[in-house]
């Protein structure tokens, strides 16, 4: 009756992406791309616009993250069970991968809207008997191993991906690659639209790359050069073999090495940056190219607090799918703002006092929450920077709510978060740290919504967008940040939060701002948030409207799923 097929009687984007963040028990996400992507689907799904996501099964998950004695990461694999989540589908497929054939099979996951809207998500897997052994696991680890291992998942995803979705009949109107990690997919389409002329493999007006053009959009997320996925061309011909003739591969590629980045900048017809910033960042990184930006957004129902929630039903009722509702919070009077505030914040409290063993926080005190992946650019500890300085500011008046993972193999931004733990001891109960360990969406749902402001201090321009501070803004918790990514164009001094830091200017990557925003930081922190919060109550809860009725309203993935439909699909 509820037949998968009938996902296939309608032509379909199909969403491509390494991770994909729903819901905490499917732990195939490491971070901001996956929420994303899970964001991006459900909204979709809440829309009714006829999509089919695709990802990797990632068996073993990210990683659990916990800490020794000493404060050091410690990361377990995440065990948990596809086949008690998803359902298996009937069709494989086959990839070449180091000359042998592999084969991909993939799961569904419904994603269900409460306004009946239901979206496929794939998820591939290539633990399958019949495999090898080596290649049974190149679907279990995200972000795991070496070059050659990301390769063949890449392989898996971007060709085993088109190939699966037409084994199963799925009709695709656009491929949409959420950055470059799909980016071989155009390689698969590139051969199916090749014109039927015999013995003209090798020419390349046998290869029709307009035709792929048409087809594909492309959303890059990287701001830097050296984050960009590649790979030698020496690996490529060994695990990917002879897909495309390598002339032409190199043409769309890259001379040098296979940047999946220029792959899809050539190959797609619209292409965009994740904020208007990130946009022109990328445009100078890839001149010669036109690229565009649609600023990310965050699913309004999944990321607003059950105490904001039933306050947004009674005065704004049908808010959640129509979040432009939201631009009428002055309808909700301040108390009860403020009460389901403190409902948001007793809640994260408890929990903090369940993980951490017996840790109190006092609700009372003005409490800052940073949570992000824990690497270099971010600067958790930018805070830091002038112990005494800070303990002027916030003796008995400041708490601060950390969490966050580094990635396995990323020393430095481990030993940020071992110094976040020593400042703990060194500041006591005088200002009050925590970290929380294994930030994840559910970590992230009760964190945001339960601290008063929202911490952001990257290197600019390395944010390209930055969506917890949407997750705050939505929950009325102002932001404090860097002027990066989206909170260019959703800050408004003193209305929706506040700066760190010079205005953003001429796209560079100086970090000579440093010493500026860390004494801004201290500035405002001294002379504006701390007053407004303990003596303006009615000042600060204006603040708090105003992140919700003027950044909210507008940075969700509804009105950014309209823009991706009106200004990229529909193209
Ligand atoms: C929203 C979210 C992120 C992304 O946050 P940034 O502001 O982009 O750093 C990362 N991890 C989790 C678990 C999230 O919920």
Redesign the pocket.
């Known amino acids: 009756m509820n037949d998968w097929r009938r996902f296939t009687d309608t032509e379909r984007i199909a969403y491509f992406s390494m991770e994909i963040?729903l819901t905490t028990e499917i732990p195939t996400y490491s971070?901001?791309l996956g929420?994303l992507a899970g964001d991006t689907i459900k909204s979709a799904a809440d829309m009714k616009l006829p999509m089919v996501a695709v990802t990797l099964l990632s068996r073993k998950g990210y990683f659990k993250q916990s800490f020794s004695k000493e404060g050091w990461q410690i990361e377990e694999p995440v065990q948990w069970d596809p086949e008690k989540m998803l359902e298996l589908l009937p069709g494989k497929t086959l990839v070449t991968i180091e000359q042998r054939d592999v084969k991909v099979q993939a799961w569904l996951y419904r994603v269900k809207s409460p306004t009946s809207g239901e979206l496929p998500v794939l998820f591939l897997d290539t633990d399958i008997p019949g495999n090898l052994p080596e290649d049974r696991k190149i679907t279990d680890h995200l972000y795991g191993g070496d070059r050659a291992y990301r390769l063949k998942q890449e392989i898996v995803l971007g060709i085993g991906g088109a190939r699966l979705l037409r084994v199963l009949g799925f009709q695709i109107r656009k491929y949409h690659l959420n950055e470059g990690h799909a980016s071989l997919l155009t390689l698969e389409l590139l051969n199916r639209h090749r014109r039927p002329v015999e013995d003209t493999w090798d020419e390349r007006a046998s290869w029709d790359t307009h035709k792929v053009q048409e087809k594909c959009v492309f959303t890059t997320h990287t701001p830097v050069e050296a984050g960009h996925d590649r790979f030698d061309y020496d690996l490529v011909e060994k695990v990917l073999g002879p897909i495309i003739p390598y002339p032409l591969l190199k043409e769309l590629g890259g001379q040098n090495e296979l940047n999946m980045t220029m792959l899809a900048l050539n190959l797609s017809h619209y292409v965009n940056g994740v904020a208007k910033k990130h946009g022109e960042v990328s445009q100078a990184l890839f001149p010669g190219f036109e690229i565009h930006s649609i600023t990310n957004g965050?699913h309004p129902f999944t990321w607003t607090s059950p105490y904001l929630m039933s306050l947004f039903d009674s005065y704004l009722p049908g808010w959640a799918n129509e979040p432009e509702l939201l631009v009428r919070i002055d309808l909700i009077p301040d108390e009860e703002l403020w009460e389901a505030h403190l409902g948001a914040k007793a809640y994260l409290f408890q929990y903090i006092n369940e993980v951490l063993d017996g840790v109190q926080l006092d609700p009372d005190i003005l409490t800052i929450g940073f949570a992000?992946?824990a690497t270099a650019y971010k600067r958790a500890n930018m805070i830091f920077t002038d112990p005494e300085k800070l303990l002027e500011i916030g003796d008995g008046k400041i708490q601060l709510v950390y969490a966050g993972k580094a990635h396995p193999n990323d020393d430095h931004g481990k030993r940020m978060i071992q110094e976040i733990r020593e400042q703990a001891s060194f500041f006591g109960d005088r200002l009050k740290i925590v970290y929380l360990p294994n930030?994840?969406?559910d970590?992230?749902s009760r964190l945001i919504p339960g601290v008063d402001i929202w911490l952001?201090n990257p290197l600019r321009p390395l944010e390209a967008?930055?969506?917890?501070?949407m997750?705050a803004a939505l929950n009325g918790v102002p932001n404090f940040s860097v002027l990066d990514g989206w909170w260019i164009e959703g800050h408004i001094e003193n209305v929706t939060g506040w700066s760190i830091g010079p205005p953003p200017t001429e796209v560079s990557t100086d970090v000579s701002t440093s010493d500026e925003d860390v004494r801004d930081l201290y500035k405002k922190l001294e002379e504006v948030i701390v007053p407004l919060y303990y003596q303006d109550k009615k000042g600060w809860i204006q603040v708090m409207k105003s992140a919700i009725g003027k950044n909210a309203y507008y940075f969700n993935t509804h009105v950014m799923m309209r823009r991706y439909v009106t200004e990229a699909y529909l193209r």
């Open positions: 963040g971070g901001g929420v965050v992000r992946r930030y994840n969406i970590v992230a952001n967008s930055g969506t917890s501070g997750k």
